[in-house]
């Protein structure tokens, strides 16, 4: 097992690479931005290091910054939590050379995976359906003749996209074209690749996506289905497990295909495969987010298996331990993303946080970067909390997490903390019966 790892993130998602290392008694290391002297992970971590200022750029994108840390610190391993580094091939593929083991896909695996028209492919070639689309197109001509092909509406895709970002939809031929322009240049402001491939654009689906555990010994087992079609501007804001939709037979056929198709690719580690599920109940693979979610603890809930602490196992070439068969989901568990933000606008709501109280009670998990007297910086994401209850059922997590909203104190800046109330007050949500468009058409008051 590692000696000591170095968590390459902030925030909640340090905080818990920190929690699977201390449940393993594995020492660890936190980096930290000069704007993030008093977090939490800072004063969890064993040890910690400055790693530069306050951008981002600066600090944690900062490879031989990070690098000369874990030198520094003297680590055999780095957890990259999700985000920032977490999906770099040039990262993973710095750290091997630099025998750290990054924990996390080897870099082949996540350069298949970020180009996102290559994992298409990847995965139709594995025999998984996706939805009629392009490869990369960037010529007008090459768009035109892919229009005719994929039909309308369709959506144009940045292929180095994430977080909802770089994707144009058209519904008439003769937008198409600036439309390319705009999501190849947007692209290449937010992932510095311009490169857009076409997919057919479906009406209201359903974003359910399996986790998938690979160990380096060809194993791999997936732990169910998130459903997360609670959605703005394409992020998601609240996610379940089990989806409501999915019949037990269903997971059971589809996890079997995605575990297959993830042993073909050799992938290693925990991975996301993401898939939209249309009006009719069928689904298609659009993407693979190669390290854990933000949304994982739903699974984890439901699973009992902790995914952080199987990231590390498996990195340390540890074989899993559970059998696909042995794979028990219990129960149901859903999140809401509580982020600072104003709520109407939903523009971001830096500042002090005034009074802080995170609930509890049976069956009740918080993940957060917050106490009292914290200062949401305008430098980074602003989640400022996860809020996860799990129940016997769908309507006792529901009814836990109603409870767990209203006993959440969060004074000092705005918060999602009231649309998430309103949210899961309104009886279409509470049918189950929503797709990926709930958010615009849904009466909230
Ligand atoms: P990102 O990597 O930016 O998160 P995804 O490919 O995962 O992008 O898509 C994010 C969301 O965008 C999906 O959950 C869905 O709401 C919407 N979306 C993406 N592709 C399509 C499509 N072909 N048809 C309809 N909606 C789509």
């Known amino acids: 097992m590692f000696k000591k ?9 340090a905080l818990r690479v920190i929690c699977a290392c201390k449940d393993l008694n594995i020492p660890t290391v936190a980096v930290y931005s000069e704007a993030d002297r008093h977090s939490l992970h800072v004063r969890f971590a064993d040890e910690a290091l400055c790693i530069g200022p306050a951008a981002s ?37 710095v750290c091997e050379t630099c025998e750290i083991k990054f924990i996390g896909p080897p870099p082949q695996a996540i350069r298949m995976m970020g180009d996102k028209a290559r994992a298409r492919q990847a995965m139709h070639d594995a025999g998984l359906p996706i939805i009629p689309g392009s490869g990369i197109v960037n010529e007008e001509e090459d768009a035109l003749q892919a229009l005719k092909e ?5 959506i144009i895709k940045a292929a180095a ?58 194993n ?48 290693e580690n925990a991975g996301t495969m993401e898939f939209l599920r249309d009006q009719k109940g069928r689904f298609y693979f659009i993407e693979m987010n190669t390290r854990v979610q933000v ?29 696909q068969d042995q794979v028990k989901l219990s129960g149901h568990a859903i999140e809401c993303r509580i982020n600072a933000e104003h709520p109407r606008t939903f523009s971001p709501s830096p500042g002090r946080i005034t009074a802080y109280h995170p609930p509890g009670g049976p069956g009740v998990r ?4 917050a106490y009292a007297d914290y200062v949401v910086t305008p430098h980074y994401d602003s989640m400022v909390a996860k809020l996860i209850a799990h129940g016997a059922n769908r309507e006792e997590a529901l009814q836990r997490l109603s409870r767990a909203l209203d006993m959440f104190v969060l004074e000092g800046i705005d918060s999602s903390i009231d649309l998430h109330r309103r949210i899961i007050r309104n009886v279409q949500f509470r049918s189950g019966e929503f797709g990926t468009s709930f958010l615009q058409t849904a009466d909230l008051d």
């Open 366 to 369: 918080v993940d957060s970067l």
């Open 220 to 267: 791999v087992i997936h732990l169910g289905e998130r459903e997360c079609s609670i959605q703005r501007r394409h992020q998601k804001l609240i996610e379940e497990s089990p989806s409501p939709v999915v019949k037990d037979k269903e997971r059971r056929e589809l996890g079997e295909q995605i575990c297959k198709a993830v042993a073909e690719i050799g992938y």
């Open 150 to 154: 994929v039909g309308l509406p369709l």
């Open 57 to 93: 750029s600066e600090s944690y994108l900062n490879i031989p910054s990070i690098i000369s840390a874990a030198e520094v610190a003297n680590v055999d391993a780095i957890h990259p939590g999700y985000g920032y580094l977490a999906e770099s091939d040039h990262f993973s593929e």
């Open 5 to 13: 790892i170095l968590v390459a993130n902030r925030g909640e998602i």
């Open 295 to 323: 949304e994982h603890p739903v699974t984890e809930m439901v699973s009992g298996v902790d995914i952080v602490k199987e990231q590390i196992e498996i990195a340390a070439g540890k074989k899993l331990t559970t059998k």
């Open 161 to 218: 996209g994430g977080g909802g970002r770089g994707m144009r939809i058209v519904r008439e031929e003769d937008q198409l074209l600036d439309a390319l322009d705009t999501a190849r240049s947007e692209s290449k402001a937010a992932f510095g690749n311009s490169d857009v491939y076409l997919e057919r654009y479906l009406d209201n689906p359903r974003h359910i996506e399996f986790q998938i555990l690979a160990d380096s010994h060809g």
